[in-house]
């Protein structure tokens, strides 16, 4: 178990930039998802995939924002035209989908920052 | 929809001394309940867990909590707090289809020496 990787750690960008992160889950977990978390905040549900579907989204997910796990594995999850307020940590979580109440297993986190 | 409120948003507390940090939730059903720990600039740790089953859960680091249906309550304690608990602490909750988690807002504890 090499733990849900998560890259880059850090990333400072200019507003109006494109980014883009990556999310690597625990092999065996079917089920994957992305929080944001802001400054004394608790993290909060953008969307989850199981295999390669995307099953649902938040409406905190705008236009910009886009996610994929293309073969079900690692996924990336994209901010288009990047505005102050998208600054915050972006958490990566993985789990099995066996049944209710398995518990999520989270990443580092990718931390935006927005010059 | 589900929601999960922390009461008291910093705890400081003596080593040694006990640790309470207070976690409720409202649901239509009894969901899943999860405790997470983060460190700084590090993601959540799993503390515990809720299913089904014995309302007294024990998890790692000497932490347990206590499901109370009736309070919709889901509190965590530790008896004798370490200088290594110091960080921020997150209730959650899952409905039974047990997938999106919402949490609270976190309670950050401090550990006087």
């Known amino acids: 178990d090499t733990g849900v990787s998560q890259d880059p750690r850090h990333k400072i960008t200019k507003r109006g930039q494109n980014v883009t992160f990556r999310c690597d889950p625990i092999?065996?977990?079917?089920?994957l998802y992305w929080y944001r978390q802001t400054l004394g905040q608790g993290p909060e549900f953008l969307t989850y995939?199981?295999?390669?579907?995307?099953?649902?989204k938040s409406r905190l997910l705008s236009d910009r924002f886009s996610a994929e796990r293309p073969k079900g594995s690692f996924s990336t999850l994209e901010i288009q035209r990047t505005e102050q307020g998208d600054s915050a940590m972006y958490l990566c979580?993985?789990?099995?989908?066996?049944?209710?109440?398995?518990?999520?297993?989270f990443g580092d986190g990718t931390r935006l920052s927005i010059l | 929809a589900q929601s999960v409120t922390q009461l008291g948003s910093h705890v400081s507390v003596s080593e040694g001394a006990l640790v309470l940090l207070r976690c409720n939730y409202s649901?239509?059903?009894?969901?899943?309940l999860f405790w997470y720990v983060q460190y700084p600039n590090q993601g959540l740790q799993l503390l515990l867990k809720?299913?089904?089953?014995?309302?007294l859960v024990k998890g790692i680091n000497g932490f347990e909590a206590e499901f109370k249906k009736s309070e919709t309550s889901f509190h965590l304690t530790k008896p004798s707090a370490h200088m290594s608990d110091a960080a921020e602490y997150f209730c959650?909750?899952?409905?039974?289809?047990?997938?999106?988690?919402?949490f609270g807002a976190g309670t950050t504890v401090t550990v006087r020496a």
């Open positions: 649901s239509s059903v009894p969901p899943y």
């Open positions: 092999s065996e977990h079917n089920r």
């Open positions: 959650a909750v899952s409905d039974r289809k047990g997938y999106k988690l919402s």
């Open positions: 979580a993985s789990s099995l989908a066996s049944q209710g109440g398995q518990p999520q297993h």
């Open positions: 809720y299913t089904t089953g014995a309302t």
């Open positions: 995939f199981q295999n390669e579907a995307q099953l649902e």
